[in-house]
């Protein structure tokens, strides 16, 4: 019972060119992450959207964008891809707080590993 | 922002012993506080968490136990077993803006 699926597993591009990974829930969570991990490191977070609302970490940089077309989807767009941003790159994905302010869970996907050559 | 810090960065124990890893955290806002297990090639999985109002939580060899006052918290894993072995991360969260603070990281080795 696959709950954050992301595809594909493994994703090899050139420098360059341009590459799209993509992931998608089960769970009708609103809110959605795209984190980068680099060997050895933890989760770096790239951005979230709070339903279709987007945000992006202050250091996040230009080259990577991402669209959530739809409560299900959001991918994210490399659109020139180097040799620094070959790592793990992971989709979260959670509900809002709850009525007291408590955060939920976050649920992570198996990951895609992207290679740049 | 928050600063969580996680230590120690690896840790071999020895089957049947128990592992502790800790974490510090620098906002006290902070009221989230959950631990994941990634073993190698795959994402994060929630293992336990534990929110602000509570001091200590058990799941079966897993506990987590956490000091307000002090901004640390720590996962305690007994009758460690070889499957156990994977990279343990911490993570602090406000709530507010959803964001989630990842501490480094501790390797854990269980040496059969």
């Known amino acids: 019972d696959a709950m954050v699926i992301q595809n594909p597993r493994y994703q090899v591009t050139q420098f360059g060119k341009p590459v799209t990974l993509s992931c998608s829930q089960t769970l009708n969570h609103n809110v959605m992450y795209w984190y980068q991990q680099k060997s050895s490191q933890a989760p770096?977070?790239?951005?979230?959207?709070?339903?279709?609302?987007?945000?992006?970490?202050?250091?996040?940089?230009?080259?990577?964008?991402?669209?959530?077309?739809?409560?299900?989807?959001?991918?994210?767009?490399?659109?020139?891809?180097?040799?620094?941003?070959?790592?793990?790159?992971?989709?979260?994905?959670?509900?809002?707080?709850?009525?007291?302010?408590?955060?939920?869970?976050?649920?992570?996907?198996?990951?895609?590993r992207l290679t740049v050559t | 922002g928050e600063n969580v810090e996680q230590h120690p960065s690896t840790l071999s124990v020895q089957e049947g012993d128990s592992a502790v890893i800790k974490c510090t955290y620098s906002d006290s806002a902070s009221n989230y506080f959950p631990w994941y297990k990634q073993e190698l090639g795959k994402g994060p999985q929630l293992i336990i968490d534990i929110r602000s109002n509570v001091g200590e939580k058990k799941d079966q060899r897993i506990a987590v136990t956490l000091n307000k006052t002090a901004k640390h918290f720590s996962l305690h894993i007994t009758e460690t077993q070889p499957e156990d072995s994977a990279v343990y991360f911490c993570a602090a969260t406000r709530g507010t803006g959803n964001q989630f603070y990842f501490g480094t990281g501790t390797s854990l080795t269980v040496i059969p």
């Open chain 1, 44 to 112: 770096k977070l790239l951005f979230h959207y709070y339903d279709k609302d987007f945000n992006n970490e202050a250091d996040t940089p230009d080259n990577f964008q991402s669209r959530r077309p739809n409560t299900s989807f959001c991918f994210l767009d490399i659109r020139s891809p180097g040799l620094g941003d070959a790592a793990m790159y992971l989709c979260a994905t959670s509900r809002d707080v709850d009525r007291a302010g408590e955060p939920y869970e976050q649920y992570f996907g198996p990951g895609t």
